[in-house]
């Protein structure tokens, strides 16, 4: 592994780009979102100094901690929440993240909702499908994905964008994300949000959009997220 944060930052870009080309994909056409969770503003500095402005959190309140400084002295900052939401917390996700990538229940999609009108913030979505179907993961799943997505885009007026998944860690990933990209246009959305560190290349084959990589870019986390 590269030295520092931002060699292998770059390494990660490089290894992006490289997929893209491979895959016959325009380049640029995925989007980097660096995972910086558990990791302090201290960490996070160099990787942005080096220009990257996308990240992902997975939790609200350690986000609240750190980032509204980071964004004062890095203009341009896009962040995700890419972990499980309570609707208690809808408001100050609003406030905090820019993109919602784990909607999977009507009581969230309509917390957001309310916060999204009453804050004048309208923020892309995606939806998180469990296409592992395991029990103890968040998402929709993948037999009652079309019917959600209908009731999140028409009748909660939500701005969804795509889909986004984790597939189970002892299976081969690719399955997964050829299920997520054929759910995916079969309900007219372009934004895929799938791969992480150990598998962001082969998502890239089945079109992801949003990489979501933080270990191969941030190092070892010292506890889990
Ligand atoms: C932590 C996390 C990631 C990044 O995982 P790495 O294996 O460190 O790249 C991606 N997506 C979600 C939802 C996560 O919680």
């Not at 979102?33 to 609200?60: C, H, M, W, Y």
């Amino acid at each position: 592994m590269a030295e520092t944060a931002t060699d292998r930052l770059n390494q990660v870009l490089s290894d992006i780009r490289a997929a893209e080309a491979d895959n016959g994909r325009t380049e640029g056409s995925a989007t980097l979102v660096a995972v910086s969770k558990t990791f302090d503003a201290d960490d996070i500095r160099p990787v942005l100094a080096a220009g990257q402005r996308v990240f992902g959190e997975n939790r609200v309140q350690e986000a609240m901690g750190k980032w509204p400084a980071l964004r004062d002295e890095f203009p341009g900052v896009e962040l995700h929440l890419i972990g499980p939401l309570q609707s208690n917390k809808a408001k100050e996700a609003v406030a905090t993240f820019d993109v919602i990538h784990t909607i999977d229940r009507e009581k969230i999609a309509k917390a957001l909702k309310t916060e999204m009108v009453k804050q004048d913030r309208d923020l892309p979505c995606f939806i998180q499908v469990n296409t592992g179907e395991e029990s103890q993961k968040a998402g929709i799943s993948p037999a009652d994905l079309d019917a959600f997505v209908a009731k999140c885009r028409d009748d909660v007026g939500l701005n969804v964008i795509g889909l986004m998944c984790i597939p189970p860690v002892e299976e081969a990933p690719g399955p997964h994300f050829a299920l997520l990209q054929k759910m995916a246009a079969r309900n007219n959305l372009a934004q895929l949000s799938m791969g992480m560190s150990s598998d962001y290349e082969i998502a890239l084959g089945f079109g992801a959009t949003h990489v979501r990589v933080g270990s191969a870019i941030f190092g070892h986390r010292d506890y889990p997220a």
